[in-house]
C-alpha cells in the first residue's frame, strides 16, 4: 500500500492544480492525505478548503491541525487510510466471492464476520506499506519545520513498530534551482539523522503543490531521484520482499 501525507499550510500558486495531481495518483494506487498546519489561523478558508479537495480527490483524509498536534495527527491519518484501504479490498472480495454487488461485512453470519474481522486487523499490520512524506517548505513554513522534524521521527517509530514491510521517504517542494521537489530522506526503513532534516534550505514564497504531487507519484514509480519500489536498498525477511513486491494478498492466496 502506497501513501502521501502532504504537510502544508497555505495553497498552491505555481503550476497544475493539486487536485488534479491528487486525482492522478489515486488512479496510480497512491492514496494522498493532508494535513493542514493552522497557527493563528493565517490559513484561511481557500486554503482550507483546498486542503480538503485535495484528500477528496486522493481518496485520503484532511485534517486542520496547530503545531503541538501534527504528529499525532500523521501517525493516524496513517493507520486509518491503511485500515479503509484493506476494507475496501475485503469488501470487494466479499462482494465478488458471494456474488452480490450490495455485500457488507456486516452482512455475514457472526462467526463469518468474526473471521474476515481478524484477518483484516492482521492484514493492518502485516501487509507492506510505504508512506511519502511530502513536506511544504515555504516561507511561511519555517516555523513549524521543528513539529515537522517531530512527527517524521513518530512516524518512522510508529511504521517500525509495525510486523509488516514498512519504508518512510521524506520529500520538500519547492527544491532548490528550479526544482518542484527535493527528496530529504530516501526510502529507508530506519531514519537515523532526523535532525539534519530541512537544515539551511532557502525557503521561497512559491508554493507548487500540484507539481510536488506528481513528482512525488513518479519517484514512487521510481523514476525520480533515488527512487522506485525495487531499485532501493531493501530490507526486511525474504517473505517482507516478496509481500512488497506482490500486495497486500500474497500471504493470503493459496
Known sequence: MKQIILITDGCSNVGVSPVVAAAHALSEGITVNVVGVVDQGEIGELGSEEIREIARAGGGLSRMVGSASLSQTVQMMTRKTVSHTIRQ????????????????????????????????????????????????????????????????????????????????????????????????QAWSGRLAKVGELFYNI????????????????KY???????????TEKTTGTTAERRQTKDGIWSDYVV
Open 89 to 184: 479490498v475485503v469488501g470487494a472480495e466479499l462482494k465478488a466471492i458471494m456474488g452480490q454487488e450490495s455485500m457488507e461485512l456486516t452482512d455475514l453470519p457472526p462467526d463469518k464476520r468474526a473471521q474476515v474481522v481478524r484477518v483484516i486487523d492482521e492484514m493492518e499490520e502485516t501487509a507492506a506499506l510505504e508512506v511519502a512524506l511530502l513536506v511544504d517548505a515555504s516561507a511561511s513554513m519555517k516555523p513549524k519545520l521543528a513539529a515537522v522534524r517531530e512527527a517524521v521521527r513518530d512516524l518512522m517509530k510508529s511504521l517500525e513498530a509495525r510486523s509488516g514491510a514498512s519504508r518512510l521517504a521524506v520529500l520538500r517542494f519547492p527544491g532548490a534551482s528550479g526544482e518542484e521537489v527535493r527528496v530529504e
Open 202 to 217: 532557502n525557503m521561497k514564497g512559491t508554493t507548487p503543490t500540484g507539481p510536488a504531487i506528481l513528482q512525488t507519484v
Open 220 to 230: 514512487f514509480a521510481g523514476e525520480g531521484k533515488s527512487g522506485g519500489l525495487l
